[in-house]
């Protein structure tokens, strides 16, 4: 676990050291993030101002669910969603072989060399809205925040298995370049709380497809609204996880190297 961190920062510090040869183009790249984060939230807020509401939720508990999805944006995108982007330049340049003669498990250098320093931006614009958001509803007691920790690693999982996912997806089918889009239009019902939508579909984002674990359920528990049929949206993430670890090995094999 030590051998993982320290690679980890050895990356981080060197991809940083790059970043700041370019400042001003860091610098307004973490804006840029942050902004286009924002807007989402800025069209709730305007919709709570406007009279409107989203049925049962306050204006902070409905910020409090898009918090979270940003903070979890924040940790996945800089760390280990950066492989779907450098998977898919890496095998069409044909670079992908060499991650393939590392002394590393393949899917952990392929992590390491997607990390991306300019998307913690989206850590400091899902911080300062989860701030917000917590300022303004009951103070959750400590069991609370320990199971949020517990559910919000679970959201973290289940971005993972997103990430290898389209990753695996792009072993294929290298002419991929949307799958950003597919993630952002799957995920995008995440940003609200789920008692927003029909029953049928609460369940299919929270034991299928689990995208109401990214935020709504983490949200849940603080607001001390999780029930006990959540402790299945535990297995169904277990199970999403290993579905992607599962199919990403298994694209893994057919790859076939640039010349294939």
Same mark, same amino acid.
């Given at each position: !676990?030590?051998?993982? /961190? ?6 981080? %510090? ?17 804006? /840029? ?8 939230? !800025?069209?709730?807020?305007?919709? #709570?101002?406007?009279? =409107? ?20 944006k924040?940790?996945?995108?800089? $760390? +280990? ?7 898919? &330049?890496q ?16 899917l +952990? !250098? ?6 991306? @320093?300019?998307?913690?931006? %989206? $850590? ?13 509803? @009951? ?6 925040? /320990?199971?949020?920790? =517990? ?11 997103? &990430?290898? /996912?389209?990753?695996? $997806? ?19 019902f ?16 929270? #034991? ?21 049929? #959540?402790a299945?949206?535990?297995a169904?993430?277990a ?7 599962f199919?990403?090995h298994?694209m893994?094999?057919?790859?076939? &190297?640039?010349?294939?």
């Open positions: !676990m030590i051998g993982v /961190l320290a690679c980890i920062g050895v990356v981080l %510090r060197t991809k940083l050291a790059a970043q700041m040869a370019y400042r001003s183009h860091f610098v307004l790249s973490v804006l /840029l993030l942050i902004v286009g984060d924002l807007i989402v939230p !800025m069209i709730t807020v305007l919709v #709570y101002r406007s009279g =409107a509401s989203l049925p049962g939720w306050t204006l902070h508990e409905a910020l409090l669910v898009q918090g979270i999805f940003g903070l979890a924040g940790i996945a995108f800089p $760390l +280990f969603f950066g492989m779907v982007g450098a998977t898919l &330049s095998v069409r340049e044909g670079t992908f072989d060499l991650l393939l003669l590392k002394p590393r498990p393949t +952990f !250098m392929t992590m390491l060399s997607g990390i991306d @320093p300019d998307d913690f931006g %989206r $850590l400091v614009s899902g911080g300062v809205l989860f701030g917000y958001a917590i300022s303004g509803i @009951p103070s959750p007691s400590p069991v609370q925040w /320990l199971l949020f920790a =517990a559910w919000f690693l679970a959201s973290l999982a289940v971005l993972f298995a997103f &990430s290898l /996912l389209l990753s695996g $997806l792009l072993f294929r089918w290298v002419g991929s370049s949307r799958v950003y889009d597919i993630f952002d239009s799957v995920t995008s995440g940003m609200y709380p789920g008692t927003i939508y029909a029953k049928s579909f609460q369940q299919l984002l929270t #034991y299928v497809i689990p995208v109401g674990l990214i935020a709504f359920v983490p949200a849940s528990t603080l607001l001390g609204r999780a029930g006990g049929g #959540y299945w949206a535990a169904s993430a199970l999403f996880l290993s579905v992607g670890v199919y990403w298994r893994l094999r057919g790859y076939t &190297s640039a010349g294939g």
